[in-house]
């Protein structure tokens, strides 16, 4: 079993919606990060969670430690927010090292 | 900043060739990473490096890779001899130093091997 499961995997939305991207892990974490790899292949980071909510824009994350949870929200979605979007955990005692989901791709549609 | 900088972008080579790929990190960054991405896998950490010492190459997937930080603004990751299973998307990606930091990812290598 993979230690960190996102769901869906595959995601398409009409210009416009609110989109939710969920990640589970199943260990202790000391920091859960979101990625976003656009098609052309390049990979930024979007937010570094160890607890709470964070927004950056369009976008929020929110982590629940005790569910060892994460969502990933996309308000007013638009086709440029089309890219690929991973989880990443950093586990207790593992340092720097980050484990990665198997990325959500989604697909704004005009 | 010019950011985690990666060299060659794009290479194919034939099977059993020597391949070196390059990262040169943000300046100022302690904690270097090599990551490998394929469509089977996703992403995978191959090695991470602090203060230009390997931290942890249990990612490395067998004797053929190698990987090497000589000084804090360069490191080159190795294959030898390459085989075509190892085609795949390999990127650097630095951070200030250990801890929780953000990772600022390269543009990656493209590499096929025929």
């Known amino acids: 079993k993979n230690e960190v499961e996102q769901s869906p995997q595959n995601l398409t939305a009409q210009e416009g919606e609110f989109i939710t991207i969920n990640c589970s892990y199943s260990?202790?974490?000391?920091?859960l990060h979101w990625l976003q790899q656009h098609p052309g292949g390049g990979i930024v980071s979007l937010f570094m969670?160890?607890?709470g909510k964070k927004k950056h824009g369009r976008l929020i994350a929110t982590i629940n430690i005790q569910e060892k949870h994460s969502s990933l929200h996309i308000t007013a979605s638009h086709p440029r927010d089309s890219a690929v979007y991973i989880c990443?955990?950093?586990?207790?005692?593992?340092?720097?090292?980050?484990?990665f989901g198997g990325g959500t791709r989604l697909m704004v549609k005009p | 900043d010019a950011g985690v900088i990666q060299s060659p972008r794009h290479e194919v080579t034939e099977m059993g060739q020597e391949v070196t790929l390059r990262c040169k990190p943000i300046?100022?960054?302690?904690?270097l990473f090599w990551y490998r991405q394929t469509m089977m896998r996703g992403l995978e950490l191959l090695i991470y490096?602090?203060?230009?010492?390997?931290?942890?190459d249990s990612g490395m997937p067998e004797d053929r890779f190698s990987a090497k930080m000589p000084n804090a603004s360069f490191s080159t990751l190795k294959i030898q001899p390459s085989e075509p299973r190892d085609s795949a998307v390999y990127f650097c990606?630095?951070?200030?130093?250990?801890?929780?930091?953000?990772?600022?990812f390269g543009p990656g290598t493209r590499l096929t091997v025929t």
């Open positions: 990606a630095s951070s200030l130093r250990r801890g929780a930091y953000e990772q600022y």
């Open positions: 260990v202790g974490i000391s920091a």
């Open positions: 969670l160890s607890s």
């Open positions: 990443a955990v950093r586990l207790n005692n593992a340092g720097n090292m980050l484990t």
């Open positions: 300046s100022g960054h302690n904690s």
């Open positions: 490096f602090n203060n230009n010492v390997p931290i942890d």
